[in-house]
């Protein structure tokens, strides 16, 4: 089936350290969202990326989307404690616009 | 605030007991999800309603059924509950079927089988 493939599975990192997660796909996407899950939580919404090669900032996170739209990044800058969580990146589904399919996540901890 | 809600936020049952767990919003949005989520794992699809029109998974279990009976509530039957349904089980709304549209998950109900 359609899948999504985010790595790394696990990130451990000093705070103030940077962090990225990687997302790839082998097909084409027309777009990709990232949310993020707090422990215990439910996955937020973090943004959407559409176009070829966009770039774009929340604060010190930096969304990546590649030239080919296949791939995908997150990049977290001086890493706080309040970033612990498991960031998931979603593609549409194959089959119906209305569904995403989520990667496996990536979770990250930091030692304060 | 408008709001996706679930309850109860923690539900146990027995094994064969058949459950409900129910979803509402007030976002007024068209499309409602529920997803099965395991310890470590991303959130799996289960099915979801584009207003009244149903769309199962194909990998999901004939033992697990869903009802919208309105724009604002669903619910999600879980017929005869197996040890290996034991998870946490997220709804979700989207305001269009279209594509670009970010979901907005409820705090999730987790489900134990006894």
């Known amino acids: 089936g359609q899948q999504v493939m985010q790595i790394p599975q696990y990130q451990h990192v000093q705070e103030g350290e940077d962090f990225t997660t990687y997302c790839n796909s082998s097909t084409t996407l027309s777009n990709i969202q990232w949310y993020k899950q707090r422990p215990g939580g439910h996955p937020v919404f973090l943004i959407q990326?559409?176009?070829?090669?966009e770039v774009k900032k929340q604060k010190r996170l930096t969304f990546q989307f590649g030239e080919a739209k296949k791939n995908s990044s997150l990049h977290i800058t001086a890493t706080q404690t309040t970033d612990v969580g498991t960031y998931f990146c979603a593609a549409p589904g194959y089959s119906s616009a209305s569904k995403i399919i989520f990667g496996s996540g990536t979770r990250l901890s930091i030692r304060p | 605030d408008a709001m996706v809600i679930q309850n109860p936020r923690y539900q146990v049952t027995q094994f064969g007991k058949p459950v409900t767990l129910s979803c509402s919003q007030t976002l007024n949005h068209n499309v409602m999800y529920w997803y099965q989520q395991k310890s470590s794992q991303a959130p799996k699809l289960l099915f979801h309603y584009y207003d009244k029109d149903f769309n199962n998974e194909a990998d999901t279990p004939d033992n697990f059924q869903s009802r919208r009976p309105n724009t604002s509530f669903c619910f999600l039957d879980i017929r005869s509950p197996g040890l290996g349904d034991a998870a946490m089980y997220l709804c979700a709304t989207s305001r269009s079927p279209g594509e670009n549209q970010p979901q907005h998950f409820g705090d999730g109900t987790r489900l134990s089988i006894l």
């Open positions: 990326l559409v176009k070829s090669g």
